[in-house]
């Protein structure tokens, strides 16, 4: 099954500052799916991001708050832009596992903490 | 009505009981259906994935699938310890689609 690396792990960030998180998965995939995990809460998808085109978002989040790129098969970033409190979330990224198995493969996740 | 239901526990059992999770849907398109096992400060680990309807067995765990009823459920047998976490039931309705979550279920199994 494909295995992704994402970092950072954990940060913790000053409220209007920009944090980017990295998605680097050992196989090509077209898709990559970006969710937030809000404290106690379940995983709600931000966006889908294809290679060679604009990432989709769902509702409730935008661009400009939540950038995207997706360089190549292999790699995507997701931005947090002027962070607030609330932004503290839990933020992962997911693709499809590659093997027979079937189901998503999930990133450890990225803990993030605005203060 | 949410798209996906799950009740959100806790739920607490000792060490070798058979634990039954549930989730509800409301999408009838929904044909992909999906258990992650999340332990604290992890990302969301695949435990069982089915398509349609049926029964599917791996080990101490086997999934259901009633589309007719739009429920799933994930039970877990001779419950260890080490199966203390949180479990979320996930489902989409076509391959390469997102998935849509339920809120997890947290299990405690005490030894």
């Known amino acids: 099954s494909a295995v992704i690396s994402q970092k950072p792990s954990r940060d913790i960030c000053q409220r209007g500052t920009s944090l980017t998180i990295q998605c680097q998965v050992d196989?090509?995939?077209?898709?990559m799916f970006w969710y937030r995990q809000q404290p106690g809460q379940s995983l709600t998808l931000i966006a889908t991001?294809?290679?060679?085109?604009?990432?989709?978002?769902e509702s409730g989040f935008v661009i400009d708050k939540f950038p995207i790129s997706r360089p190549n098969l292999t790699f995507s970033t997701l931005t947090v832009s002027n962070m607030s409190p609330e932004d503290s979330s839990i933020y992962l990224c997911?693709?499809?596992?590659?093997?027979?198995?079937?189901?998503?493969?999930f990133g450890s996740g990225t803990r993030l903490t605005v203060v | 009505q949410k798209e996906v239901e799950q009740d959100p526990g806790p739920l607490s059992v000792p060490e070798g009981a058979i634990v039954s999770l549930n989730c509800t849907y409301s999408?009838?398109?929904?044909?992909?259906f999906m258990w992650y096992r999340q332990y604290s400060r992890k990302g969301p680990e695949l435990l069982m994935y089915?398509?349609?309807?049926g029964n599917k067995e791996d080990g101490r765990f086997t999934a259901q699938v009633d589309k007719s009823s739009k429920y799933i459920s994930l039970f877990i047998r001779d419950s260890q310890p080490s199966d203390s976490a949180t479990y979320l039931c996930?489902?989409?309705?076509?391959?390469?689609?997102?998935?849509?979550f339920g809120k997890g279920t947290t299990l405690s199994v005490s030894s």
């Open positions: 996930a489902m989409s309705g076509s391959v390469g689609t997102a998935l849509i």
């Open positions: 999408n009838s398109a929904f044909q992909y």
């Open positions: 991001a294809n290679q060679g085109s604009e990432a989709t978002y």
């Open positions: 089915t398509y349609s309807s």
């Open positions: 997911s693709v499809e596992a590659s093997n027979l198995k079937g189901g998503y493969t």
């Open positions: 196989s090509q995939v077209t898709m």
